[in-house]
């Protein structure tokens, strides 16, 4: 049995964003490069942005995916001790 070690995920929104991206950029490059008459030229640049401007959108997704994570855990366990106090006037320690 094959053992996974990475976050499913993870790789899965990568990968649909570079894939997105690949394709968009792809289409875009399509565009100019006909309208211009350098598809050669214009496929790959747009190849190229749209690659990058994919994988960084899938980066972004996932990092915005771990802080919710990490805030979820964060005020789950509450690592000062702080205790909200229900007496009207009185401060939250």
Same mark, same amino acid.
């Given at each position: 049995?094959?053992?996974? *070690?990475?976050?499913? %995920? ?5 990968? #649909?964003?570079?894939?997105? @991206? =690949? /394709? !968009? +950029?792809?289409? &875009?490059?399509?565009?100019?490069? *006909?309208?211009?008459? %350098? ?5 790959? #640049?747009?190849?190229?942005? @749209? =690659? /990058? !401007? +994919?994988a960084s &959108? ?36």
């Open positions: 049995m094959i053992r996974r *070690t990475f976050n499913e %995920n993870k790789s899965t929104n990568l990968a #649909i964003s570079i894939s997105l @991206g =690949l /394709a !968009i +950029g792809a289409g &875009i490059g399509i565009a100019v490069g *006909t309208a211009t008459n %350098n598809l050669a030229l214009w496929m790959s #640049i747009g190849v190229g942005c @749209g =690659l /990058a !401007i +994919g &959108i899938g980066a972004l997704i996932d990092n915005q995916k771990n802080k919710k994570n990490l805030d979820l855990k964060l005020r789950k366990h509450n690592t000062y001790g702080a205790m909200k106090s229900n007496i009207p006037g009185k401060a939250n320690l």
